[in-house]
């Protein structure tokens, strides 16, 4: 798919991210999972430090 561009990963353009199937998620669950990855990422922070 990607061949002959030079690249390892291939891009994603505004069609090709259009294209995707997406789904929508109640509020509800969007703060449930940003509660769960905020703690992740304080601690991933934390252990850098």
Sequence with gaps: M?????TV???TNQKTFKSLNQIKL???IIVYFE????TLDKK???NLE
């Excluded at 990607?2 to 030079?6: D, K």
């Design 2 to 6: 990607y061949e002959g561009e030079g």
């Design 9 to 11: 990963f291939g891009s």
């Design 26 to 28: 109640e509020d509800e």
């Design 35 to 38: 509660t769960i990855v905020g």
């Design 44 to 46: 991933i922070e934390f």
